[in-house]
């Protein structure tokens, strides 16, 4: 099945700095999303975005289907931001959205 | 009211306890889906059902099966609990057209 590959694994950032977090995949894809875990575990849907460029507010996601990857920057973080960060695909010859190990983000204030 | 509802939303049970967890959705979509999420890992699929007489295995489906009572509503059974299926359990629906996944506020299941 496709594979999906989160980078880094772990960030720390001071509040009021920038980030990029990055997903890798090893397939071509239909669906790509974005998700903000919460320390209380519920997965907030950030970008649906299987190509292209999407902002909302402070974040703002680019996938590059024909590279195979998607990048999600965060601008002027907080420290509400943290928590885990999930990119999940469904590759083009499957029907199930794969998901990647995570970026857990902390903001320090 | 939340698109995609799970209940319980905590849960302790006994090794060997029959459990049934459960999901309904007013997002009139067609397939839903559970998951299972362990500490500091990603989501693995469990069950997915495309319309209801639909059902269909994930990646690790071993000590669970699930029923599609109606198109809004798919529950998650565990027959016999232990341990290890201590997790956060997460239900989700996606629509053909538009391949977007919305998922449920989770289920917390510790098995002792």
């Known amino acids: 099945g496709i594979q999906v590959e989160q980078s880094p694994p772990d960030l720390i950032l001071q509040e009021g700095a920038n980030s990029t977090l990055r997903c890798n995949f090893s397939d071509s894809v239909n669906n790509l999303q974005w998700f903000h875990q919460n320390p209380w575990g519920q997965l907030i849907n950030l970008f649906y975005i299987p190509s292209g460029t999407k902002q909302n507010g402070r974040l703002s996601a680019t996938t590059v289907a024909t590279e195979r990857y998607s990048l999600l920057y965060i601008s002027s973080s907080q420290t509400t931001d943290s928590g885990v960060y999930f990119c999940a695909v469904v590759g083009t010859s499957g029907s199930r959205l794969t998901f990647g190990e995570g970026t857990q983000l902390t903001v320090n204030p | 009211d939340a698109d995609v509802t799970q209940t319980p939303r905590n849960r302790i049970t006994k090794t060997g306890k029959r459990i049934m967890l459960e999901c309904s959705q007013t997002k009139g979509h067609d397939r839903m889906y559970w998951y299972r999420q362990d500490p500091g890992l990603g989501l693995r699929l469990i069950y997915y059902s495309f319309d209801v007489k639909d059902i269909n295995k994930g990646e690790i489906s071993d000590g669970y099966s699930v029923s599609r009572q109606a198109q809004a509503k798919f529950s998650l059974s565990l027959e016999s609990a232990i341990p290890n299926q201590t997790a956060l359990y997460f239900c989700?629906?996606?629509?053909?057209?538009?391949?977007?996944?919305?998922f449920g506020s989770g289920t917390r299941l510790t098995v002792v």
């Open positions: 989700a629906t996606s629509d053909y057209g538009t391949y977007g996944y919305t």
